[in-house]
C-alpha cells in the first residue's frame, strides 16, 4: 500500500508542474497588465493600454489563469498518464473521456431531479425553505466544468477520474479478443471499459458527493480554525513524510482543494491556498496575500535554517576534509535557496544521521511555519525563482519580519547543528575516519552526470538494478529515480549506487526502491527509459 501511495504522490506532481508555470505567467503578466503598476515602475513610456506589449502581458495573464480554470481536467489526463504501466497515451486519453463522462452522467442526473443553474442559487434555494447558510453551502456543491453544469468537485473530480482509468488501463490494456474483434483488444478495449464506466461511477458520485463535498468543507473548517497548533503539526508533518516520500499527500489537500479553504477573488471563488494566492497575484484589487497559507514558513529554513546547518557541517569538518565538504553543501545550498528544492542538502544529512533531521530539523521547520503566520508575513514563493512578482508587486507583500527572522533561523540551524554534531560525535560528512565518501555528494558527480559519464551512468544504472529483466516498472518524482524490481536481491548495495553512480541516498522497502538523485532525475529516467525501450 505504502508504494501505491509513493507512486501516487510522485504522479501528482505531473500537473503540478503546470501550475509554477501559471505562477511564473500570471506573476508577470498581472504585474505588466496592469497600468496603474506599470506607471508606479515608470514604464508607461513602453506599455499602454491597447498596444502590442500590453496585450502580451494579458495573453500571460490569461494562459495562467487558463491553467487553474481547468485544472481538474490536468489532473485527470496527468495521473492517468502517471499512474499507467505502459501504453500511456491511451490512459490519457481515456482520463480525458472518464473525466467528461462522469461529468456528463452527473449533469443528466441533475437535470432528471430539476437541479439547475436556475433552481440552484441562493435566492431560489431560500424560497423553497433553505436558511441562509444551508443555502450558500448547498449552492457551493455546484459549478460549471467544461460548460457542463457539474457538481464543484474541483480537482476530486480530475483525482477520481485518473485513479479510475490507470486501475482500468493496467488491467485491461493487453487484453485479447477473438480474431473478428481483435481490432478492439488491448488499449481501445480499455477506452470501451472506461465509456461504460462512466454510468457507475458517475451515477455513484451524483449519491455520494453531496455528502463528501459538504464533509470537506467541514474539515476545511478545523484546519482554517485550528491556529497555530495547526500550523505547526502541518510544517511539522511535511518534512517528517520527505524520506519516504509520501509529504506532497500533506500539502496538496491545503494547496489546491477546499480544505485549504476557499476565498472569492474578483468574482471568481478559489479553493485552496496556492490558487488563492496565484488568483491574487493577478487581480488588480486586492491589496495582499493570505497570510495563513501553509507555504511561507519554507522561506525561514530555505534561505534561513538550511544554509545555517550547511555551515556547521562545514564547521565540523575535518580541516582537511572541508574543501571537499563545500563541493557536497555549496551546490545543494545553492538548488535550495534558488529553485527552492530541499532535498539534496536534506539528504546530506539525512542518511548520515537521521537525528539531525528528525530531533532538529522537523520540529524547526514546523516552528518556521507558525514564526511567519504569527507576525503576519504576506508573500508568495519560497525560493529566490519565485521572488520575481513581489518586486512587481510590492503593495501586496508584507515580510518586514523576514529581516530578523532568516538570521535568527540562520543562527538557531548553525548553533543546534554544531552542538549536536560534537556532543555527540556525530559523522557528518568530513568527519568520517575515511573520507572516501565525501565525493560522492560533490560537485564533479553532477557535472559528470551531465557530460560525457551519462552513457556509462545509465547503464550502471541498469546493471545495479539487477539488469533489464529485473526491472519491472521505472518512473519518477521531482527528485526521485522510482523503481519496481522483480528480485531485490540483485539489486546493487546502497554504497554502490552512492560511490560509484552519483545518488544521495536510497529508500528501500521491499521490491520497491526510491533512488535519489536531485531535480535532473527526469533526465535519468528518461534516458533508462530509452536504454530499455520502455514508455
Known amino acids: 500500500m505504502k508504494q501505491r501511495i509513493q507512486v501516487f504522490a510522485g504522479s501528482m506532481m505531473i500537473p503540478v508542474i503546470l501550475l509554477i508555470i501559471a505562477g511564473i505567467f500570471i506573476g508577470i503578466g498581472a504585474a505588466f497588465a496592469n497600468i496603474e503598476n506599470v506607471k508606479a515602475l515608470h514604464l508607461g513610456w513602453l506599455i499602454k493600454e491597447g498596444n502590442i506589449a500590453h496585450n502580451f502581458f494579458l495573453i500571460l495573464n490569461n494562459l495562467g489563469f487558463m491553467v487553474m480554470r481547468f485544472l481538474p481536467v490536468f489532473f485527470a489526463v496527468g495521473l492517468a498518464f502517471g499512474l499507467s504501466k505502459k501504453e500511456k497515451g491511451w490512459a490519457a486519453f481515456g482520463g480525458l473521456v472518464l473525466f467528461l463522462g462522469i461529468n456528463t452522467v ?4 441533475l437535470n432528471i431531479n430539476n437541479l439547475t443553474p436556475e433552481t440552484t442559487t441562493i435566492e431560489a434555494l431560500m424560497q423553497t425553505g433553505y436558511t441562509e447558510l444551508d443555502a ?7 459549478g460549471h466544468v467544461l460548460g457542463i453544469y457539474s457538481y464543484n468537485m474541483g480537482i476530486f473530480s480530475g483525482l477520481i477520474a485518473g485513479i479510475i482509468t490507470s486501475f482500468i488501463h493496467n488491467k485491461y490494456y493487453q487484453k ?17 471499459v472506461i465509456a461504460i464506466a462512466t454510468i457507475p461511477v458517475g451515477i455513484l458520485l451524483y449519491y455520494v458527493w453531496p455528502y463528501i463535498g459538504l464533509g470537506l468543507a467541514s474539515f476545511s473548517d478545523f484546519i482554517t480554525t485550528s491556529g497555530l497548533i495547526g500550523t505547526f503539526v502541518f510544517g511539522a508533518a511535511d518534512r517528517a513524510l520527505l524520506p519516504i516520500g509520501i509529504h506532497h499527500l500533506i500539502a496538496f489537500p491545503i494547496e489546491y482543494t477546499k480544505v485549504g479553504g476557499t476565498m472569492l477573488v474578483d468574482g471568481t471563488l478559489y479553493e485552496g491556498v496556492r490558487n488563492i494566492m496565484l488568483a491574487q497575484m493577478g487581480s488588480p484589487t486586492e491589496s495582499e496575500y493570505i497570510v495563513r497559507n501553509f507555504t511561507t514558513g519554507r522561506i525561514l529554513f530555505h534561505f534561513g535554517g538550511l544554509p545555517g546547518a550547511a555551515l556547521a557541517i562545514y564547521y565540523t569538518a575535518k580541516p582537511e576534509n572541508r574543501k571537499k565538504v563545500a563541493s557536497i553543501l555549496v551546490p545543494a545550498i545553492t538548488t535550495a535557496v534558488l529553485i527552492g528544492v530541499t532535498e ?3 539528504y546530506t544529512f539525512l542518511f548520515v544521521q537521521p537525528l539531525l533531521y528528525f530531533l532538529i530539523h522537523v520540529p524547526l521547520s514546523g516552528l518556521s511555519y507558525v514564526l511567519t503566520e504569527a507576525l503576519n508575513v504576506s508573500i508568495t514563493g519560497v525560493a529566490v525563482r519565485d521572488m520575481f512578482p513581489n518586486l512587481l508587486q510590492p503593495d501586496k507583500v508584507h515580510a518586514i519580519a523576514l529581516l530578523f527572522l532568516i538570521p535568527a533561523y540562520f543562527a ?3 548553533f543546534s547543528f554544531r552542538w549536536a554534531i560534537l556532543k555527540f560525535n556525530m559523522n557528518t560528512p ?4 575515511k573520507d572516501d565518501n565525501i565525493k560522492l555528494y560533490s560537485k564533479k558527480d553532477y557535472i559528470q552526470q551531465k557530460e560525457s559519464g551519462v552513457n556509462d551512468q545509465i547503464s550502471g544504472i541498469i546493471q545495479s538494478l539487477g539488469g533489464g529483466v529485473n526491472i519491472k516498472n521505472i518512473t519518477n518524482c521531482a527528485t526521485r529515480l522510482r523503481v519496481e524490481v522483480m528480485n531485490v536481491s540483485k539489486v546493487d ?6 560511490n560509484e553512480l552519483g545518488a544521495k541516498g536510497v529508500v528501500r522497502n521491499g521490491n520497491f526502491l526510491q533512488i535519489i538523485y536531485g531535480t535532473h532525475v527526469i533526465t535519468l ?5 530509452d536504454e530499455l525501450g520502455m514508455e
Open 106 to 109: 452527473i449533469n443528466t442526473m
Open 525 to 529: 529516467a528518461s534516458q533508462v527509459k
Open 344 to 346: 539534496p542538502i536534506e
Open 136 to 142: 450558500q453551502n448547498f449552492n457551493s456543491l455546484f
Open 430 to 433: 568530513g568527519r568520517e575516519e
Open 176 to 192: 485479447q479478443l477473438p480474431n473478428a474483434l481483435s481490432f478492439f483488444a488491448g488499449p481501445r478495449y480499455v477506452q470501451i
Open 493 to 498: 548495495n546502497d554504497d554502490k549506487w552512492v
Open 412 to 414: 538557531t540551524y548553525f
